[in-house]
């Protein structure tokens, strides 16, 4: 049972919008701490997306984006295409375990 | 360049004990947040452990009193020291450069341990 929760998988059409959610509770998203995501293709490390949110590193492209309101937090990518299939991952600061913690993890599918 | 390279998985019984290493290059262990981060097979991210640049540490309440993170600032290494191992403990291990709010930038390539008799 992860503190941050996700939908176990989301699908589209290349060329098409995705979105994936990430709920937290008053001791993490919902305290002001920020978002991050990662995105894990099979056999590699997780490699950060996005952080601080909505930032995006050097190199990672404009489709992907996030924003954070209230508990949840989202990951958008734009223009799917057949290279975003992999996993993704939402990651945040919880008070009351002095930790880290991530989501479950959401299968992105192209179809 | 930053580089992390974790060593010391392998196959070990379970009660047994394993340390594994990160030696980091391209800046300074001691100045950063360093975490170790483990994924159980066909499972999401775990955050185990996280060492602050002043020295605190934190842990997953899975691993509390049996896991030990540390660091040797000579060596410019992160370790976790693992002891009473349990088949639950079995994944791959990575070691990351976490910012101070908690962004993983910096992820080591993995090192798999699996606890089995």
């Known amino acids: 049972q992860s503190v941050l929760t996700q939908p176990p998988s989301v699908s589209g059409a290349p060329g098409q919008r995705v979105t994936i959610s990430c709920t937290g509770s008053?001791?993490?998203?919902?305290?002001?701490?920020?978002v991050h995501w990662y995105q894990q293709l099979p056999g590699t490390a997780p490699k950060l997306l996005i952080y601080?949110?909505?930032n995006r590193p050097s190199g990672v492209p404009d489709r992907f984006s996030g924003s954070k309101s209230g508990t949840s937090a989202s990951l958008a990518i734009t223009g799917l295409q057949a290279e975003d299939e992999a996993d993704y991952y939402c990651q945040s600061y919880d008070s009351s375990l002095s930790l880290g913690v991530f989501g479950g993890g959401t299968k992105l599918t192209v179809l | 360049e930053v580089q992390l390279v974790e060593t010391g998985g392998g196959l070990i019984q379970p009660g047994g004990s394993l340390r594994l290493s990160c030696a980091a290059s391209?800046?300074?262990?001691?100045?950063?947040?360093m975490s170790w981060v483990r994924q159980a097979p066909g499972k999401g991210l775990e955050w185990v452990s996280v060492?602050?640049?002043?020295?605190?540490?934190y842990y997953a309440d899975s691993v509390k009193g049996r896991f030990t993170i540390s660091r040797d600032n000579s060596k410019n290494t992160l370790y976790l020291q693992m002891n009473s191992l349990r088949a639950e403990d079995t994944a791959v291990y990575y070691c990351a450069r976490a910012r101070i709010d908690y962004a993983c930038v910096y992820w080591g390539q993995g090192t798999l341990v699996t606890v089995s008799s």
């Open positions: 008053s001791s993490n998203i919902g305290a002001g701490y920020d």
């Open positions: 391209g800046f300074t262990v001691s100045s950063n947040y």
């Open positions: 601080g949110n909505s």
């Open positions: 060492i602050y640049s002043g020295g605190s540490t």
